[in-house]
């Protein structure tokens, strides 16, 4: 039978993918544990069931795999490497909500006396969103070969995902669980799949601050009065009609009711 070390190009080349996403990353596990051995783990019985399957080097792999000694502590390893990424991305996701609820409150906080400027509000609630949203779609529209580096070393998913591998990292030492974060490193970096984590994880924390904000909008809307004020000191007063005009076209169709001209000069 040959070594893993000895098949890896075969699998790496992607023909006849026809395992699962949980055979993949086992895979790519034994492949780091053998890396991390600097041999081939010296596993007879392992040797024999590859020996005696069919199908392709990728199958082959996934036989030998699942037959090794170690399978349960590689499959342990995996398996807490992504329940911590699944606990930060819950945290982050319940700290992006109560920071867009702080932000919302932050925002309309100015004294009772004093007209809150409409778009400083926007400024401040969607301002940074907006940026990473369009740094976002230009990574995918025109970034596509470099994309998914960018986005694991800038994206809010990526963060997460780097800090998991340094929590696990920092709480256990053992080869299995270094060949666990190396094989889900690995996923995430090759292909499509790992672009498409990051930006669904960055979005939803975004989804979830936006969710706090209009939570706690609709809520001191609801219960306060505000006087809101489409002003600068650097413009002039007809600069802003084109912006609001723009601004309240969704609001509008919702049938809300938006200044006139008129309101906003």
């Given at each position: 039978?040959?070594?893993?070390?000895a098949?890896?190009?075969?699998?790496?080349?992607?023909?006849?993918?026809?395992?699962g996403?949980?055979?993949?990353?086992?895979?790519?596990?034994?492949l780091?544990?053998?890396?991390?051995?600097?041999?081939s783990?010296?596993?007879p019985?392992?040797?024999?069931?590859?020996?005696?399957?069919?199908g392709?080097?990728?199958h082959?792999?996934?036989?030998?795999?699942?037959?090794l000694?170690?399978?349960?502590?590689?499959?342990?390893?995996?398996?807490?490497?992504?329940?911590?990424?699944?606990?930060?991305?819950?945290?982050c996701?319940?700290?992006a909500?109560?920071?867009?609820?702080?932000?919302?409150?932050a925002?309309?906080?100015?004294?009772?006396?004093?007209p809150v400027?409409?778009?400083?509000l926007?400024?401040?609630?969607?301002g940074l969103?907006?940026?990473l949203?369009?740094?976002?779609?230009?990574?995918?529209?025109f970034?596509?070969?470099?994309?998914?580096?960018?986005?694991?070393?800038?994206?809010?998913g990526?963060?997460?995902?780097?800090?998991?591998?340094?929590l696990?990292?920092?709480?256990?030492?053992?080869?299995?669980?270094?060949?666990?974060?190396?094989?889900?490193?690995?996923?995430?970096?090759?292909?499509?799949s790992?672009?498409?984590?990051?930006s669904?994880?960055?979005?939803?924390?975004?989804?979830?601050?936006?969710?706090?904000c209009?939570?706690?909008?609709?809520?001191?809307?609801?219960?306060?009065?505000?006087t809101?004020?489409?002003?600068?000191?650097?413009l002039?007063?007809?600069?802003?009609?084109?912006?609001t005009n723009?601004?309240?076209?969704?609001?509008?169709?919702a049938?809300?009711?938006?200044?006139?001209?008129?309101q906003?000069k």
């Open positions: 039978m040959p070594s893993s070390a098949l890896q190009p075969a699998f790496q080349s992607g023909a006849d993918q026809r395992i996403a949980d055979d993949r990353l086992l895979i790519e596990a034994m780091a544990h053998d890396r991390l051995s600097e041999t783990v010296d596993d019985a392992a040797d024999d069931a590859a020996r005696q399957a069919d392709n080097p990728e082959l792999l996934a036989v030998r795999a699942r037959s000694r170690n399978v349960t502590a590689l499959n342990d390893a995996l398996r807490h490497v992504r329940q911590v990424m699944g606990l930060l991305i819950t945290a996701a319940v700290l909500l109560a920071g867009g609820a702080a932000a919302a409150r925002a309309l906080g100015a004294p009772r006396t004093e400027n409409f778009f400083h926007i400024g401040i609630l969607l969103q907006t940026l949203l369009l740094i976002w779609l230009y990574l995918l529209l970034a596509r070969r470099s994309a998914t580096v960018a986005m694991a070393a800038a994206s809010l990526g963060l997460i995902m780097a800090l998991a591998r340094r696990v990292q920092w709480t256990h030492k053992s080869r299995e669980h270094t060949a666990a974060i190396a094989a889900v490193s690995s996923m995430f970096m090759r292909g499509s790992g672009k498409w984590t990051f669904a994880i960055s979005n939803g924390l975004c989804l979830a601050f936006n969710v706090g209009l939570a706690m909008v609709v809520a001191l809307l609801s219960t306060r009065q505000y809101f004020a489409w002003e600068t000191t650097i002039s007063s007809s600069a802003y009609v084109p912006l723009a601004v309240s076209i969704v609001p509008a169709a049938g809300f009711t938006v200044p006139s001209d008129a906003i």
